[in-house]
């Protein structure tokens, strides 16, 4: 049987406000359903100093992160740790986005979209995709 693959794009937005050991755990998460990460800001105001602590926590973690300031803007992130999940259209354009918002995991936040939002049956394919890939 094919495994059920979601329609929607997981995006994981944080900063290097929050504690490393957080951003590890959630990139090792991310990695598991084939979510990103979306990084705002840099470290100390530094490009280099950004680009160390990403590759630190990439080797660590086996995942990578990126930068869309936009999509911050896009789906009213203020807060991190927010978790999105978003449809995009065949511009590339977020049309639609569940969030959540707060210091949980990835299992939590999945969990949550399965019970509200318009999304909840890609929530369920990521969740039981994240649940069967435990590996730690």
Sequence with gaps: MAESIAKVELIVF?????PRQSLVELSKDAGKVDGVLNLRGWVDGSLPKTIVEVQKIMAESGWGMLTIPEYFDDCGISDV???VLADFDVTGNIKSFDKVSGNVTLDYALEEFTKRGEHHGDARILLDRLRSNVSD
Excluded: A
């Excluded at 944080?14 to 929050?18: A, E, K, L």
């Design 81 to 83: 740790p927010t978790f």
């Design 14 to 18: 944080i900063s290097f406000s929050m």
